[in-house]
């Protein structure tokens, strides 16, 4: 994307060709990678294929890190863009924890192969510090994998408090990824979604669809001495230890 060497525009015209382009070389590729240990060790990913962009394309890049604290997901993205804004790099963090955890690093430029981050070094490095944790009483269903997987190997974990029980499918579409994930866990109150409604980053696409979690603790289930209670006719007292509690754990 250099300028044109005098002598070579001047030849080349006579010829009848044009020298100057308007193509960019970008890298290209899309990783998905599940683990445990993704917020502590990095990633390392090297891309050698490239793509020539055209028109107003330029290159982008983007580093995504899901984690529920017994697994974390990290998925990357590379290739031509067409942004609204030129020569951007930031890292926005969608839940800073206690309990979920989600990052994003977004980097789109204008120069030959600068999408070449090359680690999930900067998401590690980015993930905020949180005051130490305090135990809560509430048991929430605590996974990540794709869809449908969840089901068969959630595991039980007592959430901090300040947290509720949290699950949803997100989907994600384009730069090469094509997924939906199973997420559960405990998200930080008040928040709702974790992706905070974003719907795309870049030119991929994101779909959060929300689930009620079903937990499976004692005190949300009628035992039988709760049912017994309610046929002697304290209707009052079942209900009151009955309903699900929307509030946050504490």
């Not at 999408?115 to 998401?123: K, Y």
């Not at 135990?135 to 605590?142: A, E, K, M, N």
Request: one cysteine or more; glycine letters at 8%; hydrophobic letters at 40%.
């Amino acid at each position: 994307m250099g300028a044109c060497r005098i002598q070579y525009v001047l030849l080349l015209s006579l010829l009848g060709f044009c020298p100057c382009s308007d193509t960019l070389t970008c890298q290209m590729g899309s990783m998905v990678r599940l683990g445990s240990d993704l917020t502590r060790n990095e990633v390392e990913w090297i891309e050698l294929k490239t793509v020539e962009t055209s028109g107003e394309e330029i290159c982008q890049e983007i580093f995504l890190l899901i984690d529920v604290g017994t697994t974390a997901l990290i998925l990357g993205s590379k290739g031509p863009s067409i942004p609204s804004h030129r020569n951007v790099r930031n890292i926005t963090v969608f839940a800073r924890g206690p309990g979920l955890k989600a990052i994003i690093f977004y980097h789109i430029c204008d120069i030959e192969l600068c999408n070449r981050a090359n680690s999930t070094r900067m998401l590690i490095d980015s993930i905020p510090s949180v005051a130490p944790t305090v135990r809560g009483r509430q048991p929430c269903p605590i996974c990540l994998h794709f869809k449908g997987i969840c089901n068969s190997y959630t595991n039980l974990a007592i959430c901090p408090r300040g947290t509720r029980c949290y699950k949803s499918d997100l989907a994600l579409h384009g730069g090469g990824i094509s997924a939906i994930f199973s997420i559960s866990g405990c998200l930080v109150y008040p928040q709702k979604f974790l992706m905070k409604n974003q719907s795309s980053v870049g030119t991929i696409s994101l779909l959060e669809t929300l689930l009620m979690p079903k937990s499976k603790s004692p005190s949300h289930e009628l035992v039988p001495s709760i049912l017994l209670t309610c046929m002697f006719g304290l209707l009052a007292l079942c209900l009151q230890r009955s309903v699900l509690s929307a509030e946050p754990i504490s």
